[in-house]
């Protein structure tokens, strides 16, 4: 499809998205209503346990309901089934009952509203209904099969668990995959390489060269590494929070409307996903060693992505941060979780492909199991709201659209152009009761497919530039102004 027909399809769609935009808040107010009346709920059930003098309950009750910033996305990590604790048999106490079921009724409720979210062209948000109702009633049955979950052995499982479960392996907490007759002795500091057993120093040594290194392989990644299992199974369980954060928020770029209407009514099962390549280096020296020869600034960077490739490649060390991570993998799945171009952005748009990684930066996990994105003080956030509204450093939406990657790269101003992208995103996805995010979201896929244009962002939303340059002023102009702070730009 040319880039002239697919505008003609686009403005189509427009008549329909717009019709949404003019709604308001719509869904969002509802599921606002509904965590009030079941924050009240759990408040009594709370006060009635610190009657009954069952103060660890109440304190449990209390604590399940995280505090929300509208800035922010509050989403959850499901636990996996393999990876923590099997729960105790169902007790008779009676606040526990009395808390099932409230959270049964709530998961029911969200169900209802993740069905009225995606009338409302809000895949993603209802997408994150689905998994709020999840962890509400883990034994949701609609909602565990609409996230991909399939009923095994008494538990519910992703279909990758299940292979490995059917080949006779288990699930270590430090060595991930193992088959059941290998635990006890990896335990005593055995490894098995090469088809024999061996003290783990020997297995170390062999293993040092890349070429030998781990592989460690989960639902979606495969990491190769040459530091040891232990990190290998530590980064991939930290690639897999990522995706799930990510598949939350941008949940509109993986499925369609119709797709998700299709799966509530049990019908388009989720396609297998694809596993993505991760290169973890021992220590930042072989990573600029093994990489100088395609990239000879590699010796400044924290992490990069390689698109030509399809491999995301880190080190291990001190001078490693979570933020450097999750920008590169946010690249790496854009690019590779869907049919793309080359290079995206090349042309133009190419703030957006940036703005989207630096936002992912400001993922934070909290105890619960939930993590948060966005916030207008955190990272790059902070130090664009500074430039903005202290040394009044802003390119406008019409100026900033034309720009390819070669050029915007090379702009002097760069540090500034990547803390605006970031802050643009987070106006996208929060702003205005966050109505913007899944227009924001096919206006990334209209980027990643060449499709795009410097128009299309303001033809997706129903608007002019201006009047985005004005409300995402408005936007960032809340609260109190914090000084910048160093970032690297990556």
């Known amino acids: 499809m ?23 808040a719509g869904v969002v107010d509802a599921r606002a209503a509904l965590y009030a009346e079941y924050a009240s709920k759990l408040g009594e059930l709370a006060a009635w346990c610190g009657e009954q003098q069952l103060d660890q309950a109440a304190e449990q009750i209390t604590a399940w309901l995280p505090e929300r910033n509208p800035v922010q996305l509050t989403l959850f990590v499901l636990p996996s089934a393999v ?9 008779s106490a009676p606040w526990q009952k009395r808390w099932q079921g409230l959270r049964d009724e709530q998961a029911d409720a969200l169900m209802a509203l993740a069905r009225r979210a995606v009338a409302e062209h809000r895949p993603s948000l209802a997408y994150e209904l689905v998994t709020e109702a999840v962890r509400e009633n883990p034994d949701h049955k609609l909602a565990r099969r609409m996230l991909g979950y399939v ?5 519910w499982h992703t279909p990758f668990e299940i292979r490995q479960l059917n080949g006779n392996k288990i699930f270590q907490e430090r060595f991930g995959w193992l088959p059941k007759s290998h635990v006890e002795r990896y335990e005593t500091g055995q490894r098995y390489f090469h088809g024999r057993w061996m003290p783990a120093a020997e297995e170390a040594a062999l293993r040092a060269d890349m070429k030998r ?4 392989d989960s639902e979606h990644y495969i990491v190769t590494t040459n530091h040891s299992l232990e990190e290998g199974v530590r980064l991939s369980r930290k690639l897999e929070m990522l995706y799930a954060v990510w598949q939350q928020a941008f949940a509109g770029y993986l499925a369609s409307e119709a797709q998700l209407a299709s799966r509530f009514e049990g019908r388009a099962p989720r396609r297998e996903p694809k596993q993505h390549n991760v290169v973890y280096y021992k220590t930042r020296d072989e990573y600029n060693a093994a990489l100088r020869a395609v990239q000879p600034q590699i010796d400044i960077s924290l992490g990069i ?59 934070r996990e909290h105890p ?8 207008t003080a955190e990272g790059r956030l902070a130090n664009a709201r500074y430039r903005l ?26 540090s500034q152009l990547y803390g605006q992208a970031a802050g643009l995103v987070c106006f996208f996805v929060h702003g205005e009761a966050g109505r ?25 939303l129903g608007t002019d530039y201006p009047s985005l340059d004005r409300a995402y002023r408005e936007f960032m102009s809340r609260g109190e102004i914090a000084r910048p702070q160093p970032a690297a730009v990556r």
Do not use: K
């Not at 040319?2 to 308001?24: D, E, H, K, M, N």
């Not at 290194?213 to 460690?216: A, Q, S, Y």
């Open 2 to 24: 040319s880039r002239a027909t697919a505008r003609v399809v686009l403005v189509i769609g427009l008549l329909a998205i717009g019709g949404t935009l003019a709604r308001g």
């Open 83 to 91: 990876s923590s604790p099997q729960p105790a048999a169902a007790s």
């Open 151 to 155: 009923r095994f052995r008494d538990a």
């Open 213 to 216: 290194g781990w592989r460690v």
């Open 305 to 363: 992505y390689f698109a030509r490739t399809r491999t995301a490649n880190f080190f291990a060390g001190a001078d490693q941060e979570p933020g450097t991570l999750y920008h590169e993998a946010t690249h790496q799945l854009f690019q590779e979780t869907r049919q793309t171009v080359a290079e995206p952005g090349r042309d133009d748009n190419f703030w957006a492909i940036e703005g989207v990684a630096c936002y992912m930066e400001t993922l």
């Open 368 to 375: 619960g199991g939930y993590v948060t994105l966005g916030g």
């Open 389 to 414: 509204l202290h040394d009044d450093f802003y390119v406008p939406l019409a100026q900033l659209a034309p720009i390819g990657m070669e050029n915007l790269q090379r702009d002097p101003r760069i």
């Open 436 to 460: 913007y995010r899944d227009p924001f979201v096919r206006y990334l896929d209209t980027i990643y497919s060449n499709h795009a244009t410097p128009q299309t962002l303001a033809e997706i």
